[in-house]
């Protein structure tokens, strides 16, 4: 079965400074990964996938993920964090055997002024 | 393009209850799919409807069910309602079909059951 762990519930940061909010995955077959984030009560929005293809994969907001196939990972980078960028972030992969996201338990961050 | 809506925001409820929740979807997109969200269990999938036709379901009870339209607006309704049911009900659209389409997320219905 497809799984994705982030291992860190909460990652601090100051603002300007870079960011990485990390992901790992476990998959049969190709691995569909995307991250969204979540700002309270909203929905999730989606920042960016990969599927194929370039391993730095660039999204929305300046967020870009970074897809390492011999460590399973697909961390979520940028490089210059913002106030405004503290939120819920969600790590998923798409079962391939259904079409549904299996996701992570999200990482909290927080990014001090 | 206007965005997934889902209706209503908020709802309480109580115990024993039953409760039905609408999501309709990006114009043009024929996939729904539909995710709980609670503080312990994280986002979970409930169901997947594409053409009106269930496709996948996750492991939640029979109490939970759905249904999409002709027009692929989508509903949810959960029966004898459970104090575990509180949670952000999330509805997702996507243009599904073939390749690997992300999914596109509503706002959610807070559901409180009391």
Redesign the interface.
């Known amino acids: 079965a497809q799984s994705v762990a982030q291992p860190e519930d909460q990652v601090n940061v100051a603002e300007g400074n870079p960011l990485t909010v990390k992901c790992t995955y476990s998959v049969s077959g190709n691995p569909?990964l995307?991250w969204?984030v979540q700002y309270p009560?909203?929905?999730?929005?989606?920042l960016l996938?990969y599927?194929t293809g370039d391993n730095l994969v660039k999204g929305s907001y300046g967020f870009e993920a970074e897809f390492n196939k011999s460590q399973t990972s697909f961390h979520l980078k940028k490089p210059s964090a913002l106030v405004s960028d503290s939120a819920l972030y969600?790590c998923a992969v798409?079962d391939n055997d259904?079409?549904?996201?299996?996701?992570?338990?999200?990482t909290r961050l927080l990014v001090s002024p | 393009k206007a965005g997934?809506t889902?209706t209503p925001r908020y709802l309480i409820k109580t115990r024993g209850q039953q409760v039905t929740l609408s999501c309709s979807p990006i114009s043009g997109h024929r996939?729904v799919?539909w995710?709980q969200q609670t503080p312990g269990q994280?986002?979970q999938?409930l169901f997947?409807y594409?053409s009106e036709t269930q496709?996948?379901k996750?492991n939640f009870p029979g109490r939970f069910s759905g249904r999409q339209f002709s027009n692929s607006r989508s509903e949810m309704n959960v029966s004898t309602l459970e104090l575990g049911d509180s949670a952000l009900y999330?509805c997702?659209s996507s243009l599904?079909g073939t390749g690997?389409w992300?999914?596109?997320?509503?706002?959610?219905t807070?559901l409180t059951v009391l």
Do not use: D, M
């Open positions: 569909y995307f969204y009560n909203r929905g999730l929005q989606f996938k599927i969600f798409r259904f079409q549904k996201l299996v996701f992570g338990t999200g | 997934v889902q996939s799919s995710y994280g986002l999938f997947e594409f496709r996948n996750g999330l997702a599904a690997v992300e999914q596109f997320f509503g706002p959610g807070r």
